[in-house]
Nanobody, 123 residues
Framework: QSQLVESGGGSVQPGGSLRLSCTAP????????VAWFRQAPGKEREEISC????????NYDNSVKARFTISRGDAKNTVYLQMNHLKPEDTAVYYC????????????????WGQGTQVTVSS
């Protein structure tokens, strides 16, 4: 059973934008480091961004740097991924994950996962 819930995926044309949301109905996401992963068809899942519990440190994969922004929302218990200037190669299922320690951001082991939301970038 997934403990996190992603939303905001959909279909968009190249150059467009989407904002993904990650919430945790069963616990307080504010106390966890959170990451966004994605998995494209035929490829391994990859971590593309993460944020520490306080939000004072973030990390981005080079493939999304300067286009995507991870943030903790003013509304408690939500982490966002703002995706701008989307490209066809951004097409994937996007997952959020949470873990107890800031040291896992980036590329650590995450404890909780969502079921994913599909993002399709196509003209």
């Amino acid at each position: 059973q997934s403990q996190l819930v992603e939303s905001g995926g959909g279909s968009v044309q190249p150059g467009g934008s989407l904002r993904l949301s990650c919430t945790a109905p069963g616990f307080t996401l504010d106390y966890y480091a959170v990451a966004w992963f994605r998995q494209a068809p035929g490829k391994e899942r990859e971590e593309i961004s993460c944020i520490t519990t306080s939000g004072d440190r973030t990390n981005y994969d080079n493939s999304v740097k300067a286009r995507f922004t991870i943030s903790r929302g003013d509304a408690k218990n939500t982490v966002y991924l703002q995706m701008n200037h989307l490209k066809p190669e951004d097409t994937a299922v996007y997952y959020c994950a949470a873990g107890y320690s800031d040291f896992i951001c980036p590329h650590g082991e995450y404890d909780y996962w969502g079921q994913g939301t599909q993002v399709t970038v196509s003209s």
